[in-house]
């Protein structure tokens, strides 16, 4: 019952079978069951919730549903509040509260969705298996020995151990997508500028985005519908990011004729031969279904890594200079003088990997290497975008392993960060780019879920929501689900 789709639940809700109350009783069962194993929530409220969700029955009684009514969605802890904690699992952040909603949440809660909780999450989103968090590791549902991916690592493991029916994560640089394919969900990454960044504590500001986790393509087109449209704080929101029948497209469930792009240098030595594996086998579905497989290039593709690990920690350093003691969390005690609250609360307040980013973004732009690191990183930024816009010109959508390993084991790879940056070889170039892309589940490999990952240009989501429903009606991957001890 936990496994279900929020399409599902919304269709219960309205036929009156039961009601939001009880649907959050039921996951608020099961997430507080299972959350001392998985570790996927930092916040979660049972109260608060059950408030809302009791103020949604009264408005669908009173005034009828709203496209959200009633569905539990959990938050990754990087969105701000009013209500709760928002602490972006940073020591730094430790008991912020939040004055306002972001524009997400504000969405969401016009939509009539019930807000489930904060999830766990890579201190600052600068990670990609969540052991940076200040709350320590999440554990990834099909595995607990490993982790669930990271930046957004509790929003997939709470979506896939079924303690919510769905969540919103961020991207800078695949933290939606690559969490999405550890543990065996469906994420996408909107176009950059679709959704508002407003109150969504900043990492990199030209990369990030938000977007939907959730177990179907479908309930990922619901979830992105409300998420997406203009909003006029903030300067990068566009005036037409509003979502155009992104359900139709999902529904048609067709993708004759589509030609799919198949990347040479996304098939590189060291993936895993099970990710291999299942990505070929779903390249083949996709035929069978109908499709053109096209070979093509994006021969910048071996620079994406090195450009983002210049870039974003660039952008990190000068968002993160705003925690300095004064009007954030964290103060160091008893501080001698200014400079010495500033850097003994830096020093206490960020976790190492936040540090050395900080460290390597301040030293990029610093006078005498700005041309020779941040500047050369944005050139080839732009000749990624090239690559895409040159791929494109013969190919509708791009289809790509969303990472070349499954899940690894907790601590493998923390003594490690060129290893651990490398795990996002195959989802940064999207967000260099701005482009669209949703990963969803495409096999198994040693027993732990493998994603493939849908790119399009700029503004056209509609390409892989529908490409990627029709997979999913092909296959049975959305029924498979993991078996955890201590369930309820
Ligand atoms: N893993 C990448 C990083 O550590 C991406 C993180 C993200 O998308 N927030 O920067």
Redesign the pocket.
Known sequence: MSFETLTTWRARLAQGELSARELAESYLARAQALNPTLNAFVHLDGDEVLKQAEASDAHRAAHGARPLEGLPIAIKDIFCTQDGPTQCCSRILKGYHAPYDAHVITLLKEAGAVLFGKTNM?EF????SNETSAFGPCRNPWDVSRIPG???GGSACAVAAGMAPAALG???????R?PAALCGITGMKPTYGRVSRRGIIA??SS??QAGPMTRSVEDTALLASVLCGHDPADATSVADARAVDWLGACRARDMRGLRIGRPREYFIDGMDEGVARAVDAAFETCRVLGAEIVDVSLPHTSAAVAA??VI?PSEASANLARYDGVRFGHRCDAPADLLDMYTRTRDEGFGA?VKR?ILTGTFALSSGYYDAYYLKAQKVRTLIRQDFEQAFARVDVLLTPTSPVPAFRIGEKTDDPLT??L??VF??AV?LAGLPALSQPCGFAHGLPVGMQWIAPAWHEDRILAAASAYEAATDWLARTPELEGEQ
């Open positions: 890579d989103a600068m990670g990609s990271g930046s957004s961020t991207d800078t640089g695949g933290s939606i690559q990492f990199a990369l990030d983002y690990y974003a990997e980013r651990m940056y795990s996002d989802t940064i967000n």
